[in-house]
């Protein structure tokens, strides 16, 4: 069941188990021309952060949502990476395919695109807020973009997400995330710091469940069996700059650009334990980058003044 509505503004054209595609469509303007929905994208996006910044709360209702959104925004902006994005895009600039700082790739919202996916079209709720459980202001936020849980299918989702100009780079960039977070230490480390954050959380179904599968005693051979690595590459599409419609030669361009991908990743990904892995390999494309980026923060910056008022 979705969360958010997300599929009255994204189209989920392909959903297998190892591939999952998504895109935004045109409409109407007043002066009938056919215009890429930046708009409804970025709306959708912004009601998303308050369940992004603070994990999965009942509470987060229609009567309190100014409150949570201008927490949200605060809570968001005392980490560096996301403050020094949001003063690269506000002087005009973007953020590069060959930046040297990863972690600024933080304060681009692909972690915030990749909840939203996760929870409207997998059926997934947040287990931990990596932006509510940071350790202390001002700290970059590491470990995986998402650490979700699948209630029903008692499966647990650890994503990686890129926003990138060229899809390729994206795609490239994700392989090598599962090399350096797929293995032994790398996910003891960090189910030691997950299970530690979620000893006193109360609104996890089956919360002893989560916790003996993060345990270090559990075999990594069983947790591979329990995990689900979800892996987002936004990216931008000139085919949103040829066509105007969703007409039959869109979507057959779209098709080859994401079957070029696809088998971009699987030709590429070399990862020694992938036949043990569940991955699934997410692909949205965009009209811009920059414009997605840019909006968010500039939406984000004014709900943040909102709470100074």
């Known amino acids: 069941m979705e969360k958010f509505g997300a599929n009255k503004v994204i189209k989920e054209h392909i959903h297998n188990t190892d591939l999952c595609t998504y895109f935004v469509g045109f409409?109407?303007?007043?002066?009938?021309?056919?215009?890429?929905r930046i708009n409804s994208l970025v709306d959708l996006l912004t009601n998303v952060i308050p369940e992004y910044a603070f994990g999965y709360k009942d509470d987060i209702s229609s009567p309190k949502i100014i409150t949570y959104l201008t927490e949200a925004a605060k809570a968001?902006?005392?980490?560096?990476?996301?403050?020094k994005v949001r003063d690269i895009y506000k002087s005009g600039g973007q953020i590069e395919d060959n930046i040297a700082d990863k972690y600024l790739r933080?304060?681009?919202f692909g972690e915030l695109i990749l909840h939203l996916l996760l929870r409207d079209y997998h059926n997934t709720i947040p287990l931990i807020s990596k932006i509510y459980f940071k350790d202390s202001i001002g700290s970059n936020v590491h470990g995986f973009d998402a650490v979700h849980i699948n209630p029903d299918e008692k499966t647990l989702w650890l994503g990686e997400s890129k926003i990138y100009t060229d899809g390729k780079a994206g795609v490239k960039a994700l392989i090598e995330d599962i090399k350096n977070h797929i293995t032994s230490n790398y996910l003891d480390n960090e189910f030691a710091i997950i299970k530690r954050k979620i000893t006193n959380v109360t609104n996890i179904p089956d919360i002893e469940y989560w916790q003996n599968l993060l345990n270090k005693?559990?075999?990594?051979?069983?947790k591979f069996k329990n995990i689900t690595i979800p892996l987002l590459c936004v990216y931008e599409s000139d085919n949103f700059t040829k066509y105007n419609d969703e007409v039959n030669e869109f979507i057959q361009d779209y098709e080859k650009e994401i079957k070029e991908l696809y088998e971009y990743f699987v030709d590429n990904n070399d990862?020694?334990?992938?036949?043990?892995l569940n991955i699934v390999l997410l692909l949205f494309p965009v009209k811009s980058k920059k414009e997605v980026v840019?909006?968010?923060?500039?939406?984000l910056s004014m709900i943040q003044e909102l709470g100074a008022l």
Not at 76 to 83: N, P
Not at 217 to 222: C, K, Q, Y
């Open 76 to 83: 968001i902006y005392s980490i560096d990476e996301f403050q």
């Open 106 to 108: 933080r304060g681009e």
């Open 217 to 222: 005693a559990t075999t990594l051979r069983e």
């Open 271 to 276: 990862h020694p334990l992938k036949t043990s």
């Open 294 to 299: 840019g909006r968010l923060h500039k939406n």
């Open 27 to 36: 409409d109407l303007t007043d002066s009938g021309n056919n215009e890429y």
